[in-house]
C-alpha cells in the first residue's frame, strides 16, 4: 500500500509480542550495563534497577509501541547482534 511503512516481521517465540521481546532485551542491556557502574542507578532492596531509569524505559518504548516500531527495533538489534558475533564492529543508535 503506497504512503504506509512496511517494516519486515520478526520472528518471536509462540505468545510474545515485538513490544514484549524489546522490552525484555532492554531490560537486559539496563542490568548488565548499570549493575557495573556506581549504585546510583540501583535501588537498594535486590540491587534492582532504579525506578527513574525504569521510569524512563516505560516512556521510550511508549513512543516506540506507539509509533509502531518495535519490529524494526528489533531487526536493527538482531543486525547489530549478528555483525559482533561475528567479530564485525557495529553499533545503532535508537
Do not use: M
Amino acid at each position: 500500500e503506497l504512503g504506509k511503512r512496511h517494516f519486515p516481521g520478526f520472528d518471536l517465540p509462540s505468545g510474545r509480542t515485538a513490544a514484549d521481546e524489546l522490552r525484555r532485551l532492554c531490560l537486559e542491556g539496563l542490568r548488565s550495563r548499570y549493575t557495573t557502574v556506581e549504585k546510583r542507578w540501583l535501588d537498594a532492596p535486590g540491587g534492582d534497577l532504579h525506578s527513574d531509569v525504569l521510569a524512563r524505559l516505560d516512556r521510550e518504548l511508549d513512543v516506540i509501541n506507539t509509533l509502531g516500531f518495535a519490529s524494526y527495533f528489533l531487526i536493527c538489534w538482531d543486525f547489530v547482534r549478528h555483525a559482533r558475533e561475528r567479530g564485525i564492529p557495529a553499533s545503532a543508535r535508537g
